[in-house]
């Protein structure tokens, strides 16, 4: 039975009983259309065929054995149909086998890679409504544009510290800032005992109940001295040392008060020395010397402190 393509006009042989009673749906292995072909299409199909064969018997031409190569062609083709049904190129349908009828190409001169993809194209183009599994998957999806946003990476600091205050616990948290403004507190009143002690002096003995000495005045004694010395047959008591100036600037010098206390540290006697210098420069010392004639018995330390300059019992240097 031959077959042919509506859609390109190519024949194909193949067997009546390929298409069953009912008929069926086949494939052209050359462009890909899909038509139906029903056993009631051979009788036309055979006269088509007919009437082909008798326009190519014109006279001149030696017409060979009909009844032999019929026969042999008819045996060819259902051979070709019998062995193309597993082509992927011939017949086929989604669930059952389809008949299969090879069809030989055209002699042309362009390379198999060419003419694959001219035969696919022609394929695409001449047969849009052709079963889509067949068209390549890769040129039928749609894919989405991607669109990458620049920010996504970039850390962001502050919302990350918020998102870390949020996830821990609050009252963990005001202890740790209560300890945290509690040592700032103290290391403030470390470093400003001297100005706060200048604003109030009471705080001079809540220092000292600690053990942090207040300097308002900047000044220190070094290398402080005292001993015992026999002079034009009398026993004198010498007081000597130096005077420091600790700030980074300009300073001036005070007096200096001794006094001699007793065992039970009871001041027994007093009295003050003006040094010769009166202003140090910074980090800048001076020394200061004074000789007491016949010191009271019963002596057992000196204070020395500073004083105003203005004070009674002056005695110089």
Known sequence: MKITCPECSTSYEIKPEAL????????????????FVSPKDEDKDTAAFEADATEDDSP???????KTDT???????????????DDPDGFG?????EPVADVKPPKKDT???????????TASNAAPDADPKSADIETLAKRPKIIVNPDKFRTNRIGAIIDWLLRRNFRRIGGVLLLGGALAMTVMLV????????????LASLYSMVGLGVNLRGLEFRNLRTFMEVEDGR???VVEGSIRNLQKERNSVPAVRLSIR???????????VEPRTKNLNALDETRFRTILADPPAGASDIQVRFVDRDQRNIVLE
């Open 20 to 35: 069953g009673p009912e008929g069926r749906s086949v494939k052209c292995a050359k462009c890909g259309n899909r038509w």
């Open 60 to 66: 001149g031409k030696p017409q060979p054995d009909n």
């Open 71 to 85: 026969a042999k062609d008819e045996e060819d083709w259902a051979a070709d149909a019998d062995d193309g049904v």
């Open 93 to 97: 349908g989604e669930d059952d086998p």
């Open 111 to 121: 390379p198999p890679n060419k003419a694959e993809a001219g035969y696919k194209k």
């Open 191 to 202: 470093l400003m005992r001297d100005t706060l002690v200048k604003q109030s002096p009471d």
């Open 235 to 237: 026993r004198v008591l």
């Open 262 to 272: 007793s065992a039970d540290f009871q001041e027994v006697y007093a009295w003050t």
